[in-house]
């Protein structure tokens, strides 16, 4: 579930700063370098913006490339072409390779628990875009760009505190 928050929210673990100089707000920026916990606490409480330069763009082109090349030659790629856990070693035909990457999804948007604050569900969409501008994961550059607008735009995810998909799911 996507919520649009209008109104800012403040966790009691999360620092109450504007991250803003001069009336603007702070931009960090994604790449290759890890983000600081204070970075991701600005993102959190709206007192930054994220920016994926070019170089960090291209990192991403290349990345999904290696994603492309692995599904047009067939070589078996845990999570790709082939099953998750105890069906590793089974092939998933290229004409089901994008409906088995939906149901991958699906079956993980499970959780229970009490929702996240709107500034914990920020930072960990922030530590995540940090994550996935690092360019191990082959996410296209469309989806980790529409990620980022979403933050950028307060839209955040509704995470329960118990049950969200991991990194390893991704």
């Known amino acids: ?3 649009d928050h209008s109104e800012p929210a403040t966790s009691p673990t999360v620092p109450e700063q504007s991250g803003t100089v001069g009336g603007e707000r702070t931009v960090i920026n994604l790449g290759t370098e890890r ?3 204070s970075e991701v606490a600005l993102v959190a409480v709206g007192g930054a913006s994220l920016r994926a330069p070019h170089a960090t763009i291209d990192l991403l082109v290349r990345a999904r490339a290696v994603i492309e090349a692995v599904l047009e ?7 790709v072409n082939r099953g998750l856990g105890p069906m590793r ?6 004409e089901l390779q ?3 990457q939906q149901f991958v999804l699906a079956s993980h948007a499970a959780g229970v628990g009490e929702p996240l604050s709107v500034a ?3 930072a960990i969409m922030a530590a995540r875009l940090a994550g996935l501008a690092q360019g191990g994961s082959g ?4 989806t980790f760009e529409a990620l980022m607008a979403l933050v950028e735009a307060d839209v955040t995810p509704l995470v329960t505190r118990f049950g969200s998909v991991g990194a390893a799911d991704l």
């Open 89 to 94: 070693d089974q092939e998933i035909p290229p």
């Open 98 to 100: 994008t409906e088995f």
């Open 73 to 79: 030659s067939g070589v078996p790629s845990y999570g």
């Open 120 to 122: 914990q569900s920020r």
């Open 35 to 37: 983000i600081t916990p």
């Open 139 to 142: 996410i296209s550059v469309s």
């Open 1 to 3: 579930m996507i919520t």
